[in-house]
């Protein structure tokens, strides 16, 4: 069995159980060393995956979070409104983004988690040294919102519908630079 492999069957192992696995374990499960595991643990640390290591073994954390594009309209006067709509109901906005004809997708993190965080993109803005991205597509863009679960992006999803935020989705079709579509 080769390294990647084995660290998948780890990671499943890992996340099927409610209680921590033992290095012995998983070792007489995999068919290694002790010391493999060891190493391969390591190596998913570095990957980015949440292990603890406990006195009875190795309990991995996972992240389930839940995510969503919408697609919005609205004027320079409520982008503060929105973004609190989402926040306000457990979203977080991870970024925005637009489909423009001629550059395509023009994208921009944002990482909004807060009211606070809201307030200091607000203050950013409002020094007018940039404008919003949204204005380049006449006030349309998207935002991938992540949330704790289903049920939050459904009600995030309906308090934009009240609020008259979320704009019809529409085929985008690219068109060629010479004016003919792909």
């Given at each position: 069995m080769k390294g990647e492999e084995r660290r998948k069957q780890l990671l499943n192992i890992l996340s099927s159980s409610n209680n921590p696995v033992s290095g012995g374990t998983l070792s007489k499960e995999l068919n290694v060393s002790r010391q493999i595991i060891v190493q391969d643990i390591s190596l998913l640390r570095?990957?980015?995956?949440?292990?603890?290591?406990?006195?009875?073994?190795?309990?991995?954390?996972?992240?389930?979070?839940?995510?969503?594009?919408?697609?919005?309209?609205?004027?320079?006067?409520?982008?503060?409104?929105?973004?609190?709509?989402?926040?306000?109901?457990?979203?977080?906005?991870?970024?925005?983004?637009?489909?423009?004809?001629?550059?395509?997708?023009?994208?921009?993190?944002?990482?909004?988690?807060?009211?606070?965080?809201?307030?200091?993109?607000?203050?950013?803005?409002?020094?007018?040294?940039?404008?919003?991205l949204k204005n380049v597509t006449s006030g349309y863009h998207y935002h991938t919102i992540d949330a704790e679960s289903e049920e939050i992006l459904d009600a995030i999803q309906e308090e934009l519908q009240q609020k008259g935020f979320l704009a019809k989705l529409q085929d985008y079709e690219p068109v060629d630079f010479w004016g003919g579509q792909e």
């Open positions: 570095a990957n980015g995956a949440t292990i603890f290591s406990t006195n009875k073994g190795y309990l991995l954390q996972e992240d389930r979070k839940y995510s969503r594009v919408f697609k919005v309209y609205h004027t320079d006067d409520q982008v503060e409104e929105e973004l609190s709509t989402i926040v306000d109901a457990g979203g977080q906005i991870r970024d925005v983004f637009v489909y423009h004809k001629v550059y395509g997708v023009l994208k921009a993190d944002m990482g909004i988690k807060s009211r606070r965080d809201i307030r200091a993109y607000m203050e950013e803005i409002s020094t007018g040294k940039s404008s919003l």
